[in-house]
Every structure is written in C-alpha cells, then in structure tokens.
C-alpha cells in the first residue's frame, strides 16, 4: 500500500518563477494538508484540501496556492517565487473528519530551491 | 496565537542511554499533542501522542510526559539506539498542526 507519495523529489526555479509541486495522497485518504519546512525549522502548516476546496489555509501570502482533484490528490502552487520560499514542502494526507495521528501520513516532500 | 517551543536544538546521548527531549507550548486550551521523529531526507514519522486528559502514555522505548501546569512535554527514548539519531518534533493539534522547531538526536555509538 503506497503512502503520499510527491513529485518531484528536488526542483531548482530562478527568482520570480511559478513552480507546482503534487502530492498523491495514501490510499483511502481524502483529505491533503501542506506544509512549509525552512531548513533547521518545524513544519509551518500552509493549507488543507477537503472535497476540492481549501479548508484551511495559514499564515501564507496569496501567492500560495493550491487545488484538489477528484481523485483526491493536489497541487501546490507558488507564484513570484522568493529566495525565502526556499523549502523542504510537505505533504500530509488523512480521512476526513479526523486528525486521525494514526492516519496523518506525510511524504518525505519535495525541496525546492530558489536562485 | 500558539506556539510551540523546545528547550535544546541538539542533545548527543552514547548508546544504550536514555535520553530526554523536552517541549514547551503556549496554548493551555490544547489537548492532544504529538511527537513526530523526521530523519534526513524523509517526512515526520509518528512516534506517540497524548491527549490533555493524561499525564503519561508509554510506547515502544518511549514515554511521553505532560505538564499542563507548566505546559511542557518531555519524549523520554529508553536505550538508545544508532536508528534513534534524527530530528524530533513535538505538535500541537487544534484545528490544525503546529509544529515545534526540533531537537536534533544523535546517538554516540
């Protein structure tokens, strides 16, 4: 049984730049949340897709974005890309209606590097 | 709003030894909590959690400790392994997970 599952594993973009990073949520899932991890720092909670809505969202600009497909996976988006967005982004999946620890699956992300 | 804090960013413990890792949050009205381990190059991984109906919940080789007066958790690890060394996380579940900065492992073969 796969669990998340996010590509691409590495992605370098150039200041100014729009990046989209995917997430495949663990079998059984509906529910995807992102998160920023900053280098030697917690994850910091970005959004959460439920039903193809945003839920949730953070402390993050609007240049952040996301969306959720019908088959229950998701897309961060990023536009104007900052050399401050430089992160290890991370993607959590889990059954509706619970912050089910047993079930709140992470990938192992995907680290973006901004020059 | 919350904010989850711990009290050393790096703890080396020989092998064999037990070893300690502390968290202090901001927000009293919490009441469950996790510790998440994250080892180079892969997502957080459950270790246990606690709700704030408890003082004390043991796992596997680890304890979590809660102090709702003082809000503060402790991950005690028993007998420490090489497998150990990683990043620790405590998190503060509300209506969504706030995360501590980490305390980075390593263990001394």
């Known amino acids: 049984d796969a669990g998340v599952t996010q590509s691409p594993t590495h992605l370098i973009k150039t200041r100014g730049q729009q990046v989209t990073l995917r997430c495949s949520p663990k079998s059984g899932h509906d529910t995807v949340s992102w998160y920023q991890q900053a280098l030697g720092q917690g994850p910091q909670f970005i959004f959460q897709?439920?039903?193809?809505?945003?839920?949730q969202r953070g402390n993050f600009p609007d240049r952040f974005s996301g969306h959720q497909f019908p088959n229950y996976s998701s897309e961060l988006n990023v536009n104007a890309l900052l050399l401050g967005d430089s992160a290890l982004y991370l993607c959590?999946?889990?059954?509706?209606?619970?912050?089910?620890?047993?079930?709140?699956?992470f990938g192992s992300g995907t680290r973006l590097t901004v020059v | 709003g919350e904010s989850v804090g711990l009290h050393l960013p790096t703890l080396s413990v020989q092998e064999g030894d037990n070893s300690i890792i502390n968290c202090a949050y901001s927000n009293s009205a919490s009441d469950y909590f996790i510790w998440y381990k994250q080892e180079s190059g892969k997502g957080p991984q459950f270790i246990i959690d606690i709700r704030s109906n408890m003082d004390k919940r043991q796992g596997q080789r680890v304890t979590v400790l809660l102090n709702k007066t003082v809000k503060h958790l402790s991950l005690q690890i028993a007998a420490t392994q090489p497998g150990d060394s990683a990043v620790y996380f405590c998190?503060?579940?509300?209506?969504?997970?706030?995360f501590g900065t980490g305390t980075s492992l390593t263990v001394i073969p």
């Open positions: 998190a503060e579940i509300g209506n969504q997970f706030y």
């Open positions: 897709y439920y039903e193809e809505e945003e839920r």
């Open positions: 959590a999946s889990s059954p509706h209606g619970q912050p089910d620890t047993y079930g709140y699956t």
